[in-house]
C-alpha cells in the first residue's frame, strides 16, 4: 500500500528565503510522485510529477523536486519565495499505472512574511 | 477545454436531506476520482472510476454515500440522507496519464 507523510504542516519562510517542503513516501511499487497546490478556496493543481524519467524534476512557478529512492523522499524546493507562494501543498504518491489513484498527504501550509 | 466542472459550488442542506453533487470530467479522460476534504482528516479519496467503472470505492465512508457514473462525461456524488459531520470541499478530479486535474470543489455545508 502506498502512503505519503509530509513533515510540517505549517512551515513559514521570510520572503527571498529558501522553500523546503518536506515529503518522504512510501511504495511497494516503484512510485510515481506529484506535488499539488492548493491556494484558498480553490481546487488542487499540479506543480510537478515524477514518472521514473528524471530524478530532479521542474515544476512551475519556479518549484522543483528531487527523488531520492535511498532515503524514500521527494521534497519541494524554490530557491526565493514569493509572496504569491504562500498556500497549501500537498505530497501525493500513484501506485503506477497511468490511472493510478492518487494518495495525498495532509498538507503543508506556507506562509510568506515580507 | 473548461476542465473539470463541479456543481453546486455551495450547498448549505439540512441534516437528514439528500445532496447530490455533480461532476463533468475533461473530455477524453477514462478516470474520474471523487476526494472529501476536511481540516481534521485531510485529502480523502472516496471512490475512482475507470472508463466508468467504479474500481475502488473503500474510502466511501458509509452506505449513505454513493457514487455513480452513468457515461464518460458524468458523475455524481450522492449522500442520503446527509449529517452534519458530512459537512466537507468535495472535489473530483479526472486524469488521462499520470496527471489528474481538479474541479474547484463543491462546499457542503450540512445543518
Known amino acids: 500500500a502506498q502512503s505519503v507523510t509530509q513533515l510540517g504542516s505549517h512551515v513559514s519562510v521570510s520572503e527571498g528565503a529558501l522553500v523546503l517542503l518536506r515529503c518522504n513516501y512510501s511504495?511497494?511499487?516503484?512510485?510515481?510522485l506529484f506535488w499539488y497546490v492548493q491556494y484558498p478556496n480553490q481546487g488542487l493543481q499540479l506543480l510537478l510529477k515524477?514518472?521514473?524519467?528524471?530524478?530532479l524534476v521542474k515544476g512551475i512557478n519556479g518549484f522543483e523536486a528531487e527523488f531520492k529512492k535511498s532515503e524514500t523522499s521527494f521534497h519541494l524546493t524554490k530557491p526565493s519565495a514569493h509572496m504569491s507562494d504562500a498556500a497549501e501543498y500537498f505530497c501525493?504518491?500513484?501506485?503506477?499505472?497511468?490511472?493510478?489513484?492518487?494518495?495525498f498527504g495532509k498538507g503543508t501550509k506556507l506562509s510568506v512574511k515580507p | 477545454d473548461a476542465g473539470v466542472i463541479q456543481s453546486p459550488r455551495h450547498e448549505v442542506t439540512e441534516m437528514g436531506q439528500e445532496v447530490t453533487l455533480r461532476c463533468k470530467p475533461i473530455?477524453?479522460?477514462?478516470?474520474l476520482f471523487w476526494y472529501r476534504q476536511t481540516m481534521m482528516r485531510g485529502l480523502e479519496l472516496l471512490i475512482y472510476?475507470?472508463?466508468?467503472?467504479?474500481?475502488?470505492d473503500s474510502g466511501m465512508p458509509e452506505d449513505r454515500f454513493s457514487a455513480k457514473m452513468p457515461n464518460a462525461s458524468f458523475s455524481t456524488l450522492k449522500i442520503q440522507p446527509s449529517e452534519p459531520r458530512d459537512s466537507a470541499v468535495y472535489f473530483c478530479a479526472s486524469s488521462s496519464t499520470h496527471q489528474a486535474f481538479f474541479g474547484q470543489g463543491t462546499r457542503l455545508t450540512v445543518v
Open positions: 501525493a504518491v500513484s501506485g503506477g499505472g497511468s490511472q493510478g489513484n492518487l494518495i
Open positions: 472510476f475507470n472508463n466508468n467503472v467504479p474500481i475502488d
Open positions: 511504495s511497494s511499487v516503484p512510485p510515481y
Open positions: 473530455s477524453g479522460h477514462n478516470s
Open positions: 515524477y514518472t521514473s524519467a528524471a530524478t
